[in-house]
């Protein structure tokens, strides 16, 4: 069972345009809400990450949305930039029970930033 | 060195080898994790260790048999595996089990002929 689904399985952007991948989840007890970044040989990165109380994160090009009610969250990358092209995953921490601590991440989203 | 680092980078074995893969980090850190990336699926969490003792198990197969002499070394031993075991494995560490940021090493690609 898929707690964490993320769409779209690739997206391809011009330069200077918006990048915009989604997630959900089904476990309200996820309590940190990370993403993570993955170029080519590399492992993942944290990039950015939102609790759920808050409803928007920015840092720099980068911005989390939020929305408890409907168990949704999602990367927005303004003007993006072909570096950014990488594998991007969206992840859930649990926050209590025997999984306490344990990251639960979506499939990922390919993206490729043409020039 | 810095960060997390993991040997082999590749490697290739048949079904009936013994291998181990190695993971080491750099940062102080109490929390190591062992981590299954297949294409077109979500990182699977494998085995979790603080403080040197495991603290998880996510129903992985017995060919797979972790160890964690210490705080900084994480290894992964594998034998007699199936080709659907080929994927990345990734090594992982935190400040703590459940810090919010974990560390990745750059994986080593496995695959099983």
């Known amino acids: 069972q898929q707690q964490v689904k993320q769409s779209p399985q690739s997206l391809i952007v011009q330069k200077g345009g918006i990048s915009i991948i989604n997630c959900a989840y089904e476990?309200?007890?996820?309590?940190?809400f990370p993403w993570y970044q993955q170029f080519p040989g590399k492992g993942p990165a944290l990039l950015i990450a939102i609790r759920p109380d808050v409803s928007e994160k920015k840092e720099g090009r980068f911005t989390i949305s939020f929305n408890k009610s409907a168990k949704q969250f999602s990367l927005h990358i303004m003007d993006s930039q072909p570096g950014d092209s990488a594998t991007y995953f969206c992840?859930?921490?649990?926050?209590?029970?025997?999984?306490?601590?344990?990251?639960?991440f979506g499939k990922g989203t390919k993206l490729s930033v043409k020039p | 060195e810095t960060g997390v680092t993991q040997t082999p980078r590749h490697l290739v074995m048949g079904m009936t080898n013994k291998k181990s893969l190695k993971c080491e980090q750099h940062?102080?850190?109490?929390?190591m994790y062992w981590y299954k990336q297949s294409a077109k699926k979500p990182l699977e969490l494998m085995f979790v260790y603080n403080f040197k003792e495991q603290t998880e198990n996510n129903s992985v197969p017995s060919r797979f048999s972790p160890e964690c002499p210490n705080s900084s070394h994480l290894f992964l031993h594998l034998h007699t595996l199936q080709p659907e075991d080929s994927a990345l494995y990734l090594c992982?560490?935190?400040?703590?089990?459940?810090?919010?940021?974990?560390?990745f090493g750059p994986g080593t690609r496995l695959t099983v002929t």
């Open positions: 992840a859930a921490r649990a926050g209590y029970g025997g999984s306490q601590g344990n990251l639960i």
């Open positions: 476990n309200t007890a996820f309590d940190y």
């Open positions: 992982a560490s935190s400040q703590d089990r459940g810090s919010l940021e974990q560390y």
């Open positions: 940062l102080g850190h109490n929390a």
